[in-house]
């Protein structure tokens, strides 16, 4: 045994890897280098426009509208999931159609149209139904670029939240109820206490997930002429034709939002791992 | 064991419980009588409704039809002129406190503490004030030996220990009658010792406890009746010691048989 022991251990090599490595190293020098040396770039462009103060109000408006968007997404998305889960077949196929259509039509069709509303119908109005109305308004003066943006964005990212949630309540044990119930609580009670605090460590990272990509998706709204971030650059650049530092502006600029994001998920998803 | 004083209230009265899943009868026509302060013990076959009949005592089940009392209560339902109406929820969950149930699973709150666990429902069911419901919880958790552990998540805690930090989270409630289903059927065989202590302790302190179980030692030690059920009927019934000695019934003897 002990001659055994003594025996040293060779571990295999991997002579690929090492190639490998060498041949990556080397395309991303290549790469690093021309980006940094081709004047095309523009890089003291994008320096200058970094901080500018129009780009900056861009981006503000991109995250109001991200966290807006977001907000509206959960609140909807839970009452869907729950009226999915409901033992109401009305209730529960109403949530389900829902979903279906706000999940199946592009958001990009969703913003255009909403912004589009007026043509639909000319006037809103509010009043009692069947009879007369209180209120009648212009639909172009209600629905503003903002209005159309907010319900395109928010109303289908309602729509994949609930399934979100829907699937993060079906994953907490049947049994965690009864025995809440047994104890006396009331369903709501249950929902809030027992239910959704389990259900969040399913939950959050697929909502962690799509903050990340609704950020990204308010560029759409540059579209319905918004000036969130990218719409921001582009009225910038048709003015200066310094199209591509521009974009690297907001490039960088959603690269930044999103890796602080990033590490935002990663403390919240420890936040509510289970000991 | 407790003597049960002639004449006193039975804390648990069932008279022709039925239950259906789909056209498959679990329970048919089930009697019960459960003494204050005494412990009935149910045993069985698995798939003969033992767990249905625990579920249907404190409405966790709707029944197809039949009465249960608990404290001289009907539970779920309201009598009116000859026919059950089903009670609204609040009703229903008023009446769950009065029952404390224990799982075959514990069924532990996994995002809360022991402790937490215990004072939980107290503080947002009975509106306890939280210092009160804490010290309360504190004893029960050192009575089922659990101290120096409050502060542990389920996931930290053995079986056996997580069982007892159930049972003392339904004594939080301070019910007045006991629903055991298998305690110790999920734990390690060495952890099952320290459950059945806990619940032996119980039982001397006078609770009224049903115990649907797999342990024949503790039902005939603990236990002042004994219930066989198979394929949804009460097949026999009596004291422990005589049941599990001379059962009279052939489908007894031949459980008997199987199990020991």
Known sequence: ?275 | MIAVAPGAEDMLKIRGLSKSYGSRQVLRDIDLDVPTGSVMCIIGPSGSGKSTLLSCINHLEPIDSGRVWVAGELVGYREHRGKLYELPEREVARMRRNVGMVFQQFNLFPHMTALQNVIEAPIRVKRTPPARAKDRATRLLDRVGLAGKHARYPAQLSGGEQQRVAIARALAMDPKLMLFDEPTSALDPELVGEVLAVMQDLARSGMTMVVVTHELGFAREVGDQLTFMDDGVIVERGDPRMVLAAPKEKRTRDFLSRVL
Do not use: C
């Open chain 1, 1 to 275: 045994m002990a001659e055994q022991a003594a025996q040293q251990v060779v571990k295999l090599r991997h002579p690929g890897t090492w190639m490998a490595t060498v041949v990556v190293l080397l395309i991303v020098g290549l790469v690093a280098t021309s980006v940094a040396t081709n004047p095309a770039f523009e890089w003291p462009v994008v320096a200058q426009y970094m901080l500018d103060g129009e780009v900056l109000a861009g981006l503000r408006r991109t995250l109001a509208l991200t966290v807006a968007a977001m907000v509206m997404g959960l609140v909807l998305g839970t009452v869907l999931a729950l009226l999915r889960l409901s033992r109401n077949r009305l209730l529960s196929t109403l949530s389900w159609g829902y979903i279906w259509f706000f999940r199946s039509v592009p958001v990009l069709v969703q913003l255009i149209f909403w912004y589009n509303f007026g043509a639909l119908y000319a006037t809103i109005s509010l009043g009692v139904p069947f009879g007369p109305a209180l209120f009648t308004a212009n639909t172009n003066t209600l629905i503003t670029p903002l209005f159309a943006a907010l319900a395109g964005l928010g109303l289908s990212q309602s729509a994949y939240t609930a399934e979100v949630i829907r699937a993060g309540i079906v994953s907490v044990s049947p049994g965690q109820t009864r025995a809440a119930l047994a104890l006396g609580m009331r369903r709501l009670m249950i929902y809030r206490r027992i239910v959704l605090p389990q259900a969040m460590r399913v939950i959050i990272p697929p909502v962690g997930n799509e903050v990340i990509s609704m950020v990204k998706n308010t560029s759409l709204v540059s579209v319905i002429a918004l000036a969130e971030l990218l719409y921001t650059t582009q009225l910038i650049y048709s003015r200066t034709y310094q199209t591509i530092p521009l974009l690297i502006v907001a490039s960088l600029w959603y690269l930044i939002i999103v890796s602080v994001l990033s590490v935002g998920q990663y403390f919240l998803e420890r936040r509510f791992r289970h000991r």
